[in-house]
Every structure is written in C-alpha cells, then in structure tokens.
T-cell receptor, first 112, second 111 residues
Framework: DVKVTQSSRYLVKRTGEKVFLECVQDMDHENMFWYRQDPGLGLRLIYFSYDVKMKEKGDIPEGYSVSREKKERFSLILESASTNQTSMYLC???????????FGAGTRLSVL | KQEVTQIPAALSVPEGENLVLNCSFTDSAIYNLQWFRQDPGKGLTSLLLIQSSQREQTSGRLNASLDKSSGRSTLYIAASQPGDSATYLCAALGADYKLSFGAGTTVTVRA
C-alpha cells in the first residue's frame, strides 16, 4: 500500500512565524503535490514537484515556497505565516506517467 | 481554466435510500474523472476513477458515470448506510495533468 505521511495532524502558529509542513511518501513516486482545502472552495494546488530539486507553481503559490531535496520528502514552507493561511493542507504523490494521486491525512494549520 | 462544480453542497437521506451525487466540469478535454471520499478531519481516499474513454466504473455499491460531451459525472451509491456519511469530492485531470477539484458534497445518512 502507498503511504503518504504528513508529520503533523494539527499545528497552531503565530502570525509572522516561519512554518514547515513535511510530507514523506514511501513508494518512490516522482511527482508530489501540496494542496490547501478551504470550505466551499475544494482543493487548490499550491506547488508541485516532478522530481528531486524540481518545483512548479500551482494555482495559488503566493506566500508559500517548497523544498524537494530528497525524492521521498516534499516540504511546504510558509516564510511568514498570516491568518489567511489558516487551512487544511494536503500532500499527495504519484508515479510519473500514472494518473492516480495518493493523499496524506492532512495537516490542519491555524495561524493566530 | 477548468471549473468543477458539485451540487448540492450537502445532502441528508434516510438509511437504505440510493444516493445520487452530481459533478460538472467546464472543459471536456480531460484524461479522467476521479471520485474521492473524505471523512471529517482526514485525507482523501480514492473511490473510483473513470478514464476519458470510459462511460462508467463500478465498485460494489458504487457506480460512477461520465459524459464528457456534456461535462458531467454522477456517483451513485446504492442502499446507503450510516457508514457512507462523509464528504464526496470529484476531480478532473486536465490536459495540463493537473487535478481540478469540486468543493464536495457532504452526505449524512440517518439511521
């Protein structure tokens, strides 16, 4: 079974803090994704990565950056957290050339 | 830009009733359409994936249909059970290989 693990289920941070959300997958998938999910808006793509050290902006990259130093790990970084970044963050991965994404359990981030 | 809409946003039915969940998308140039289930506070679990060349997919009590020309997909859940209570999301994989998600339909099955 594919396993996508997000290191934290819940996080509470203060405005202006630097925040790291970590995602690890164990299936040697090349492609990894970060989404945020907000009520009434569905999931929106923040960033994705085709492979190690590669990254592409998604639909809403503003205020975020990412790091993919190892194939299994994809980190989402909030350089200076703001209250409008309070959301559920979901990580996903898939094998290059395949169409099914596998999702982690999500990290619910609250920025106060 | 692909827009995916799910109506209604919420649905409440008595146990045993069949569920019909609707999904519409604006750009018919898709590779596939996927249905997910999400339990409260949890991640997404893939239920069914319909390739663009297919008309429907079935898994147990679940059946999903796809009509690309009209931009619609429907998820049917037969003989609903309280354990089917969850949020159901559809997502279309576009020509850019990006998934576009609907906002979901939250289903409550009353015992």
């Amino acid at each position: 079974d594919v396993k996508v693990t997000q290191s934290s289920r819940y996080l509470v941070k203060r405005t202006g803090e630097k925040v790291f959300l970590e995602c690890v997958q164990d299936m040697d998938h090349e492609n990894m994704f970060w989404y945020r999910q907000d009520p009434g808006l569905g999931l929106r793509l923040i960033y994705f990565s085709y492979d190690v050290k590669m990254k592409e902006k998604g639909d809403i990259p503003e205020g975020y950056s990412v790091s993919r130093e190892k194939k299994e790990r994809f980190s989402l970084i909030l350089e200076s957290a703001s209250t409008n970044q309070t959301s559920m963050y979901l990580c996903a991965s898939k094998r290059q050339g395949e169409n099914i994404q596998y999702f982690g359990a999500g990290t619910r981030l609250s920025v106060l | 830009k692909q827009e995916v809409t799910q109506i209604p946003a919420a649905l409440s039915v008595p146990e045993g009733e069949n569920l019909v969940l609707n999904c519409s998308f604006t750009d018919s140039a898709i590779y596939n359409l996927q249905w997910f289930r999400q339990d409260p506070g949890k991640g997404l679990t893939s239920l069914l994936l319909i390739q663009s060349s297919q008309r429907e997919q079935t898994s147990g009590r679940l059946n999903a249909s796809l009509d690309k020309s009209s931009g619609r997909s429907t998820l049917y859940i037969a003989a609903s059970q309280p354990g089917d209570s969850a949020t159901y999301l559809c997502a279309a994989l576009g020509a850019d290989y990006k998934l576009s998600f609907g906002a979901g339909t939250t289903v409550t099955v009353r015992a």
